[in-house]
């Protein structure tokens, strides 16, 4: 075992099946994730970065290999053992933050915490202490119709941080955010990255933005490559 490795995915592969139909968007393509790590995953569209992220998070089923996280087999958990392998482990970002608009900002960000289990007062105080982290002390109030983009996007990674994951997997989190604001969201990660230990997976079209993280990998013909 080696302690410093967080993510070892081997030889993982996926094809859509469609009738007569195939595609096949991975091929047996590997990676090593340590602990702590910034990594930027750079692609075409449609070249697979999103699927590669689903199954890593264990939110899709590969077609062969393995995800191993914390030396676990993630695909080999029964669903329910899976999903709360996720919870506890696993933090999300999309492109578009996935807010419950119903919700304020700080009910948004104790959801996970509430769901897991953690009593209100202490599920409240800490979704408070990372709206302060993101910077949006004073929007804990607000909900996600009365933030602005780049601000929904830092609730959104206050959420994914909630229940203190090991990994945040962000597709495209500022894919609908102006370049400036988009800069502000990754110099927020790298800080984050540095504070609290936090693994960072990203996936982006931006090599600006992707030089942002310690590594870059680009997806090309279903496997990870270095960028020239
Ligand atoms: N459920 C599905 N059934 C069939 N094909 C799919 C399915 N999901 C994705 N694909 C195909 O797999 C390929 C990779 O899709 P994916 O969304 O992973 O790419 P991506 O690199 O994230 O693209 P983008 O940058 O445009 O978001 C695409 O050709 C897509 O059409």
Request: with cysteine.
């Amino acid at each position: 075992m080696n302690n410093d490795r967080l993510i070892e995915v081997t030889k993982l592969s996926r094809v859509y099946e469609d009738g007569a139909s195939k595609v096949t968007v991975l091929e047996s393509l590997n990676l090593s994730v340590e602990r702590g790590e910034q990594l930027a995953i750079v692609g075409a569209s449609g070249s697979g970065k999103s699927t590669l992220l689903h199954l890593i998070g264990a939110l899709d089923k590969p077609t062969e290999g393995t995800v191993l996280i914390n030396d676990k087999d993630v695909h080999k958990l029964k669903p329910k053992a899976q999903g709360e392998f996720r919870n506890m482990n696993i933090g999300f970002v999309y492109q578009f933050h996935h807010l419950l608009p119903e919700f304020t900002a700080l009910e948004n960000v104790a959801m996970p915490l509430i769901i897991r289990g953690t009593n209100r007062d202490q599920a409240y105080r800490k979704a408070a202490a990372l709206i302060e982290r993101v910077g949006l002390t004073d929007r804990g109030t607000h909900k996600p119709s009365e933030l602005s983009g780049g601000e929904r996007q830092r609730i959104a990674f206050a959420r994914a941080l909630a229940n203190e994951p090991v990994c945040v997997l962000a597709d495209e989190p500022t894919g609908n955010l102006d370049h400036a604001t988009a800069l502000k969201v990754y110099d927020l990660m790298c800080e984050i990255n540095q504070e609290m230990g936090t693994t960072f997976i990203t996936v982006t079209h931006d090599l600006e933005l992707a030089s942002k993280m310690q590594r870059q990998l680009k997806l090309e013909d279903g496997h990870l490559m270095a960028i020239e």
